[in-house]
């Protein structure tokens, strides 16, 4: 089949540029879900799920939802939370006090460690938090806040909750594909992402990876949602290899596609690809003089978050709408103290895209009369 199919360079935190095979990959002929045909496929898609991991089959499964990212979090955190026992929220970011809001919206009784976006949490701190509290039963946290492009050190909470005989949620879902994960290397009992990121294929799908034996036992826990609830969803994968409800039946498609061509990259060439990407972005920024938020060496070497300068020129608006009509497209920040644009190197794109890029906003920058190299006050940085 010959299609044109226009490329567009996506920079924000997805969903990603993909590649034709995956989007072409979702034009089939029509199928009712509920065929064996169908269940199969999803079986093969969960099994390649937990390679992405390194999980081992024995111990670990994953479990597919039709929605974006957002509903793992919920899934996870209505759904893994015994009766009467308490979250633990490590929280330096805009994702992680979705959690938050979450255990707000189901009323659970939480913890919300705050620290500052722009800072690594305090391992001591969380410590002290889990050693004065026993009630503490599910510890969450996001293991790169997109928001502002920092890594946080999953590892080390993992082992604090495990040592506290808590369950460890991570927001992983915008490193998973991307940044080499390890489930046990790393103490994560549960981890997700969705389709649209660093898998780069379709919106609509999302999946949660985690411990068998935990979401056995939480058969038990209360059920607080219907719809998003990872017992009952399971279950029902466990005993029919079906989703409980009408699942993204094309995005699927695309995810199998985008998982062979996972494979056949490999995860340390495209890690190593995303990295390539991210220097890009930091020489071109660097070249025309812009500020990062976060420490270099605290970036997750995906997001990098810019400063505004400060020039009366300056609109972020204009700067996107130039960029745009060029088949480029960047992203605000996702810092509500802080002027911020967002520049990513998530999906099926590589150092060159960039170059290009950089082209393009130079072009920008001088049609609309900005200084280069962009200027910022002297109390700034
Ligand atoms: C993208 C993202 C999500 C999911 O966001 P949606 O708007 O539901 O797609 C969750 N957590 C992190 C860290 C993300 O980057």
């Not at 510890?139 to 460890?168: C, K, Q, S």
């Not at 879902?173 to 992402?193: G, N, Q």
């Not at 890690?271 to 972005?281: D, N, Q, S, Y």
């Amino acid at each position: 089949m010959m299609m044109e199919i226009k490329r567009n360079i996506l920079l924000n935190p997805g969903p990603s540029t993909t590649t034709d095979t995956v989007k072409l990959a979702q034009v089939v002929p029509d199928i009712c879900p509920r065929e064996q045909e169908f269940a199969g496929m999803m079986k093969g898609l969960r099994e390649d799920l937990l390679k992405i991991v390194h999980a081992d089959p024995a111990k670990y499964t994953s479990v597919l939802f039709c929605g974006s990212g957002t509903i793992n979090i919920d899934v996870c955190i209505n759904s893994l939370l015994p009766e009467g026992k308490k979250v633990l929220v490590v929280n330096n970011g805009a994702y992680s006090t979705r959690a938050v809001e979450i255990c707000q919206y189901y009323g659970l009784p939480h913890i919300d460690l705050r620290f500052p976006v722009d800072r690594l949490p305090d391992l001591s701190l969380v410590e002290k938090t889990l050693r004065e509290d026993p009630d503490i039963a599910l510890v969450h946290t996001t293991h790169h806040e997109t928001g502002t492009g920092i890594l946080n050190p999953i590892r080390e909470i993992g082992a604090l909750a495990h040592m506290y005989g808590a369950v460890f949620t991570v927001d992983t879902t915008s490193t998973l594909a991307m940044l080499p994960i390890d489930m046990e290397e790393s103490h994560i009992d549960f981890c997700m992402a969705s389709a649209q990121k660093g898998l780069m294929a379709m919106t609509g799908l999302s999946f949660v990876i985690g411990n068998r034996a935990v979401i056995e036992e939480s058969k038990h826990y209360p059920k607080r949602s219907y719809y998003c609830n990872l017992y009952l969803q399971y279950e029902f994968f466990e005993k029919t290899g079906e989703m409980h409800f009408t699942p993204p039946v094309q995005t699927i498609y695309a995810s199998i596609q985008a998982l062979k061509e996972y494979f056949a990259e490999g995860e340390e060439e495209k890690w190593k690809r995303h990295t390539r990407v991210f220097r890009a972005i930091h020489d071109g920024l660097d070249e025309l003089g812009f500020r990062d938020v976060i420490r270099r060496e605290w970036q997750s070497g995906l997001v990098v978050s810019v400063l505004y300068p400060d020039d009366v020129n300056w609109d972020f608006e204009k700067i996107h709408d130039y960029c745009y009509d060029c088949g480029f497209t960047i992203y605000p920040g996702k810092i509500s103290t802080t002027n911020t644009f967002r520049l990513c190197a998530l999906g099926a794109i590589d150092e060159q895209d960039i170059k290009d890029f950089f082209v393009v906003l130079k072009e920008a920058l001088h049609t609309y009369h900005i200084q280069i190299p962009v200027p910022y006050k002297e109390t700034m940085g």
